[in-house]
């Protein structure tokens, strides 16, 4: 198994920055990609941002030069840098963790608010 637990999250003025971090825990091996997927009240979820173990990154064009993923294979964590946040930024960002036969883990969830 394997346990994700994010932190970073919170409230945030329009223009603003949070950060947001993932740390992988367990059964940590054959991972293809990690990333971001976020929910909004009413919506589905989408990907916000991914990364591969190759280190090939994936954006929403939503918020492409806006957010930048990195990880630290040393600490299996992976980070979300959201810069120049919108109020439509907001919703609840999960980690995710996928293998490379494609099975998912997901995080808990951390609520992101941008405020006008």
């Known amino acids: 198994q394997v346990q994700l637990v994010e932190s970073g999250g919170g409230l945030a003025q329009s223009g603003g920055s949070l950060r947001l971090s993932c740390a992988a825990s367990g059964s940590i091996y054959s991972i293809y990609s990690m990333g971001w997927y976020r929910q909004a009240p009413g919506k589905q979820r989408e990907l916000v941002a991914a990364?591969?173990?190759?280190?090939?990154?994936n954006y929403a064009d939503s918020v492409k030069g806006r957010f930048i993923i990195s990880r630290d294979n040393a600490q299996n964590t992976v980070y979300l840098q959201m810069n120049s946040l919108k109020p439509e930024d907001t919703a609840v960002y999960y980690c995710n963790l996928r293998r490379y036969n494609n099975y998912p883990y997901w995080g808990q969830g951390t609520q992101v608010t941008v405020s006008s």
């Open positions: 990364i591969t173990s190759g280190d090939n990154t």
